[in-house]
């Protein structure tokens, strides 16, 4: 197989829709999903977060608040949404090899004692398998909810990746910030990978500036970046900005990852599905190597659709 310049054979990923605009009589119809989504091929299979929402809706579509231009939130304030960690215990059970990742995971919403915990516990239980893509989010009454203040999210999410490392990796854990303290605290199972879990950090870059708070917690917690906004339509000026950004800080450039996307045609034939690499051999030139595959059909349809699209992706890369 091909590889980018930092030596990683490019993957493939697909979104795991766990919501819906109204709750459907089963939810079985997701694993069963799941499980042709590996028997394609696939590599990663993606869910998302939210715990709760106010009814202040547009600021998904506000970039000042976390949002993005133009979004919109995709199922209104009552549209059921299964917590992402729980889902991917489910699907760990239901398959064997797709890697499984949060994208994103609201963590700061989460104790993190127990999150390191529930995470931990997904690891191991799936033999190595969990990606965590984590975020700050864009909603001010999720945080309310849950009785957080939303100003300060960012230093509140540092915190909490802070302390799942520090349970992943000691043995007698110690910890202390202005939020917490402790000492010598044991918790097991540590994660089956070395070093814990992968984090992949969500964000904007805003080109890259070195006192960006995203970069910052790239460059001390993060084995992926997650573009986000702007970032996310024209990644490669930031990704070059943390490869510097992480050889300055000595941490070695190669092997860190980048999320970007697959723009498949709806009528995707060998053709267009040839049509929509030579994006992604750009991409992956550029850094990105993580490919999010969008394709919309009945689920019966799927594992059929895919396979011809997952054996022309590695086939780009070979």
């Known amino acids: 197989m091909a590889t980018t310049s930092g030596g990683i054979t490019p993957t493939l990923s697909m979104n795991l829709l766990n919501f819906a605009a109204e709750s459907p009589e089963s939810w079985e119809p997701l694993l069963d999903r799941a499980v042709s989504i590996e028997r394609a091929g696939v590599d990663r299979v993606i869910v998302s977060d939210h715990i709760a929402f106010g009814e202040n809706l547009d600021a998904y579509g506000d970039p000042s608040s976390g949002g993005v231009e133009g979004g919109r939130q995709p199922t209104g304030p009552d549209g059921a949404w299964l917590e992402p ?110 070093g814990g879990v992968p984090i992949w950090v969500s964000g904007r870059l805003h080109g890259g500036r070195a006192d960006n708070a995203v970069l910052r917690r790239i460059l001390r917690f993060g084995s992926g970046w997650i573009p986000w906004g702007d970032d996310a339509q024209d990644p490669a000026p930031a990704i070059a900005r943390i490869r510097e950004a992480l050889a300055e800080a000595g941490r070695d450039p190669a092997g860190f990852q980048v999320q970007g996307a697959l723009a498949v045609p709806a009528d995707a034939g060998v053709a267009g599905i040839e049509q929509a690499l030579e994006s992604a051999l750009a991409l992956n030139e550029a850094g990105v190597t993580d490919f999010q595959v969008f394709l919309r059909c009945p689920d019966h349809e799927l594992e059929d659709r895919l396979t011809p699209i997952v054996s022309t992706f590695h086939s780009a890369f070979a």
């Open 85 to 194: 960690l729980t889902v991917l215990a489910a699907v760990a059970g239901r398959t064997t090899r797709v890697r499984l990742a949060t994208g994103i995971l609201i963590a700061s919403l989460r104790r993190p004692a127990v999150l390191a915990k529930t995470a931990a516990t997904i690891d191991a239980i799936s033999g190595g398998r969990l990606d965590l893509g984590v975020g700050v989010g864009w909603q001010r009454e999720e945080y309310e909810a849950a009785g957080l203040a939303f100003e300060g999210r960012g230093k509140l999410l540092d915190h909490t990746l802070a302390v799942l490392q520090t349970f992943w990796t000691e043995q007698a854990a110690g910890f202390s910030d202005d939020r917490l303290a402790f000492e010598r605290i044991h918790q097991a199972p540590k994660p089956v990978q070395a």
